[in-house]
């Protein structure tokens, strides 16, 4: 009974107004302008997965950490098939094997994290390959099925971490972040955050959000995430409807990488640590969770 009146407390707030709910911490529902895609940019740069495997001119893995927060980044757990890309989360109780690849700088940096027993999952970047400055970012995905992790579209370059009271030189832009699905019993789990980061990651780190908000069923289905990236603010959109703006610290003047990720909750390669709102790992081993991307696209104003 308790559940039901707070779910229609909660459906009753989120209805009144977008604002409303965001002043008690709750989602809300994209209520802004209308992106108006087609008369206002053209498509320069695209990933639509239609291969069979990660197209390497355009994209990275990013296993230089190895270790990443909860769990694991490592090349085997992303895939590309029937038009997607999948990043996979799954338990390895032995851990999963160095790539080759990888056997050279490790050797150069033998003080590099290796892997263990413990999650693992996966990040494509577009560093060394592909920048974009200003524009419209976009991704068309459905959200991976788990507490304690969460799936990302985001952007970067070097300069992020340059402490000088600016978002100017660089600007870490989260078009989304997944991390609410322990919130599904009382109805709010359908939600994504978006929000900033600059001046690195540790005294001097500044940064903004636009709270979350509401996605269509995004579990189980497709929704587009994107961001306008202009001269003077981000405007953030769910399915082409804005959700909320932002420009603290003044907009990157950078061109930036664009990163798909899933994190582990937690630290040190053990997950399980509420450290960042997800909820503890509800995944057991032999579960798997799986973020598709259909594409991802950049266009420039026309
Ligand atoms: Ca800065
Ligand atoms: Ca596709």
Avoid at 33 to 52: A, C, I, K, M
């Amino acid at each position: 009974m308790l559940v039901k009146f707070i779910r229609f407390f909660v459906a009753i707030l989120m209805m009144i107004s977008p604002t409303i709910p965001h002043t008690f911490g709750l989602p809300a529902i994209p209520k802004g302008q209308n992106l108006d895609l087609e008369s206002r940019f053209e498509l320069v740069w695209s990933d639509e997965f239609d291969g069979t495997e990660l197209d390497r001119t355009k994209w990275q893995y990013n296993w230089w950490e190895l270790q990443r927060k909860g769990g694991f980044w490592h090349e085997d757990m992303v895939d590309v098939k029937d038009g997607k890309l999948v990043i996979t989360t799954a338990y390895f109780e032995g851990g999963l094997p160095v790539p080759e690849a990888y056997h050279d700088y490790f050797e150069k940096h033998p003080t590099t994290k290796g892997y263990k027993g413990g999650w693992y999952t996966g990040c494509v970047e577009t560093r060394h390959h592909y920048e974009g400055l200003y524009g419209y970012y976009e991704c068309r995905a459905i959200l991976p099925k788990s507490t304690g992790m969460w799936s990302a579209f985001w952007m970067m370059n070097d300069g992020v971490s340059n402490v000088d009271g600016s978002g100017k030189d660089g600007t870490e832009v989260d078009v989304f972040e997944s991390m609410y699905y322990k919130d599904m019993w009382w109805g709010a789990g359908d939600a994504v955050v978006s929000g900033i980061h600059y001046d690195g990651y540790g005294e001097g780190h500044q940064g903004d959000s636009i709270g979350k908000w509401f996605a269509n069923n995004p579990y189980e289905e497709y929704n587009t995430y994107g961001v306008e990236w202009s001269p003077t603010e981000y405007i953030f959109y769910i399915n082409g409807v804005e959700t909320g703006r932002l420009s603290k610290g003044g907009v990157s003047q950078n061109p930036e990488y664009l990163i798909l990720s899933c994190e582990v909750a937690g630290a040190n390669g053990v997950a399980d640590a509420d450290r960042h709102g997800t909820g503890k790992m509800s995944m057991k081993p032999g579960d798997t969770a799986e973020f598709i991307v259909d594409y991802v696209r950049v266009y420039q104003y026309k």
